[in-house]
């Protein structure tokens, strides 16, 4: 497998023969604390019981920290190694204490391991970014049955993050303000878009879904990497864990799979030479949560990639998200 550069949209682009997948050999979860199946572990948070939450080097890797990225040209295209780093963060020893279901503390133990990840991995100069993405359910394309999500650093910054950097940085030039905090500040002065909020944590509707029940997870306080505050304020995790785990059953009252991606600033340990955008990050990005609710009846929605569509307003999808039966 290698990585190839769309020249139109600039997206970079995982591709090759991937081997016909073979017939499994285990009988038991690999990520269970009992498992027969090696993991190569590669950090873990301790608990009275032996680990928590831990991360291990995912079964079949698309990125390997080995080598160089060796990127080149072929004649008006680029391409380059696989190069980085791919984990599966365990999210809980349980086999099915998902996020959903799991204590405020189990949860805030799995957010202090992806605060831990992200900057251990962004002391390698190499790394550009580092992705965490959890894909739940059947129609999510979810990968094990053990609570899991994973884990991705990369030589380069994703197309989507990279519309977010160009957008806060022209944003704060113009304004002296992060746009976000500006959105944040309007959806809690109109109230019609939030869904819930928990100590210095609101999730949100956004203005303009791109499938129907998006929600945001914000921090209110200015803040460009999530790493930065889960290490630095353990006790914030308590709201933020609450309000993931509250905000995921609303979501799966209404369907069994979703998408959900963690944004936060690309590595500003060693900044691009380049790209403008790291100059100002600290002050115009904000990490957020996005997630994504897949529907099965909604199907269209996920089919015009650059005009999305959305049947449902976010109005009414935080209406009928606020009204979801939880649990405490």
């Known amino acids: 497998m290698e990585l190839r550069k769309d020249p139109i949209t600039r997206s970079w682009v ?41 991360a291990v080097v995912h079964p079949k890797p698309l990125y390997h920290i080995e080598g160089e990225p060796g990127r080149r040209g072929e004649g008006i295209y680029d391409r380059m190694n696989s190069v980085g780093a791919h984990e599966v ?9 998902h996020l959903c279901r799991a204590s405020d503390d189990e949860i805030g133990q799995f957010l202090r391991l992806v605060a831990e990840r992200i900057m251990d991995l962004k002391n390698d100069p190499r790394i550009k970014y580092v992705s965490l993405f959890k894909d739940f359910g059947p129609a999510a394309g ?25 957008a806060g940085r022209e944003y704060f030039v113009s304004k002296e ?6 959105i944040l500040s309007q959806e809690e002065r109109r109230a019609a878009r939030v869904i819930e909020a928990r100590g210095d944590y609101v999730a949100i509707g956004p203005y303009a879904p791109r ?19 889960g290490l630095s304020k353990p006790g914030l995790r308590v709201n933020l864990a609450a309000l ?25 340990l060693h900044p691009s030479r ?22 099965a009846a909604k199907a269209r929605s996920y089919t015009f990639k650059e005009v999305y569509y959305s049947p449902v307003s976010s109005e009414t999808a935080v209406k009928q998200l606020r009204e979801a039966k939880i649990d405490g």
């Not at 303000?177 to 500006?182: E, K, M």
């Not at 009252?253 to 959900?260: D, I, P, R, V």
């Open 14 to 54: 995982m591709t090759g023969d991937e081997p016909a997948a073979g017939a499994s050999s285990e009988t038991s979860c690999r990520f269970c604390p009992d498992s027969a199946n090696s993991t190569q572990v590669i950090a873990a948070v301790p608990s009275f019981s032996g680990w928590s939450a831990r």
């Open 211 to 229: 499938v129907p029940y998006e929600t945001w997870i914000l921090p209110r306080n200015h803040e460009a990497s999530f790493e930065r505050t």
């Open 89 to 97: 963060l365990v999210e809980n020893p349980v086999h099915d204490r």
């Open 177 to 182: 303000r992060c746009v976000f905090c500006d």
């Open 142 to 166: 979810q990968e094990f049955a053990h609570p899991t999500s994973q884990l991705t650093a990369t030589m380069f910054v994703p197309r989507r993050v990279l519309y977010e950097l160009r």
């Open 274 to 295: 380049t790209l403008g955008f790291w100059k100002t990050i600290d002050e115009d990005y904000h990490w957020h949560i996005e997630i994504m609710p897949v529907l």
């Open 244 to 268: 993931l785990r509250r905000t995921l059953q609303r979501i799966r009252a209404l369907t069994e799979s979703f998408h959900l991606v963690l944004h936060t600033s690309p590595n500003s």
